[in-house]
Every structure is written in C-alpha cells, then in structure tokens.
C-alpha cells in the first residue's frame, strides 16, 4: 500500500509545520494578494481510508476515478485519480466499449495524495446509501457578490491545480468541490476571502466521518 506523505507547504514567514490562518495571518495580508494562501499550502494525505463516490473508468491508461465532470462522449472520457488494486472481477453495473470499461460506484480505500488503493469491495453506486452531509453554512446564505464570486472562480484553477473538480456561485457563495481536503483549504480559503464566502467541498470522505 502506498502511503507516501506529502508535507505541507507552508508561508516561510510562519515558521510552523502545519499551516493555520491564526499563525499565518500576519504573513498573508492585502499585500500578499488575492489566494495568496490558498496558492500556497496543500493538505496532507489522510491517515485515515477514505470513500469516493464516482464513475470507475478503465481505458489504455489503467482504472481511475471520475470524482469531477465527465465528458458525454461514447465511451465517457475524464481525467480522475488512478485506482490501484481495481478488479471487475465480481462487480456489477459495468459497461463496455471498444477497450474502456466503465461503471458508477462508491470506493473505499488508502489515498496517498496520488492515488487511491482499494481495500474494499466496491459498491454499485445506485445501492449505495451515503451517510448525510453537514450543510457547513448551516443554510444561511451569503454575502458576497456574484461578481466577486465569477472572479475567485476564475482563479482556483490555478490556485489549487490537479485537485480542483468544479464550482459554481449560489446564495452568495461559492461553492468548490475538491479531490481532498481536510479543512486547510477550506481555513486558507476564509483567509483569502472572508469567512464562508468560498466553501471547499472534499470528494474523498474518511470512512466514517
């Protein structure tokens, strides 16, 4: 199992091994620019396994995890994460054409910032029932403009590269959904833009959170 670790990478001026915006605050300022602290730290791999829920794609290049949007093509196309210890052996709902097979299902294992290898079964998507989500706004909506938001959106790709999935303003929000993230990008990104106007949304769960 791969479970090398990537340190985080942190402001130089904080002097810290872990990235906090109390410790920092003073080093990210208005100077610094817009996302200079979300640009600028990475969480870690979970210790944890995690679960994903997506389309399992396996082409030339080998089986992987569709965690974001899929291109409508015959067959699907996307980029997602690689899946090591993948079998179709015994798994249901999968589809085929020409040299990609592809199916929906829930998958479970060890994430190492790269790639995620499976240690359960997995699930058929449409028999899986997830466990709620705490709604982090409490349903309250924002404040920001829709402007500013079409502005921060245009920067996140950039910003947080391979990890950024999709995003989208709604109520004063904007709403980012992510590979991983275990609170230090949704930390950086209250920094960056206030509190609860950018809301950093991970793919990847940890079993039992």
């Known amino acids: 199992m791969r479970r090398n670790k990537r340190l985080l990478v942190t402001l130089a001026a904080c002097g810290l091994g872990v990235f906090t915006v109390s410790?920092?605050?003073?080093?990210?300022?208005a100077d610094a620019g817009r996302g200079a602290s979300l640009g600028s730290t990475s969480p870690a791999p979970p210790e944890d396994e995690v679960l994903g829920q997506g389309t399992v794609l396996d082409g030339p290049d080998g089986p992987r995890l569709c965690l974001g949007p899929i291109a409508e093509s015959y067959p699907p196309q996307c980029e997602g994460i690689p899946l090591e210890g993948w079998t179709w052996d015994a798994v249901e709902g999968a589809e085929?054409?020409?040299?990609?097979?592809?199916?929906?299902?829930?998958?479970?294992?060890?994430?190492?910032?790269?790639?995620?290898?499976?240690?359960?079964?997995?699930?058929?998507?449409?028999?899986?029932?997830?466990?709620?989500?705490?709604?982090?706004?409490?349903g309250k909506p924002g404040t920001t403009a829709e402007r500013t938001l079409l502005e921060i959106q245009e920067e996140l790709p950039d910003l947080l590269g391979s990890a950024y999935l999709s995003s989208y303003p709604q109520d004063g929000r904007l709403w980012v959904d992510v590979v991983w993230d275990d609170g230090t990008w949704q930390n950086a990104a209250d920094h960056d833009y206030g509190d609860g106007a950018v809301i950093i949304r991970s793919a990847l769960r940890e079993v039992g959170a």
């Open 23 to 29: 410790g920092c605050a003073s080093a990210v300022g």
């Open 96 to 138: 085929s054409s020409g040299d990609v097979t592809w199916g929906a299902y829930a998958v479970q294992g060890a994430y190492d910032g790269e790639a995620l290898t499976v240690t359960q079964p997995p699930i058929l998507l449409a028999l899986y029932d997830p466990m709620p989500t705490d709604d982090p706004t409490g």
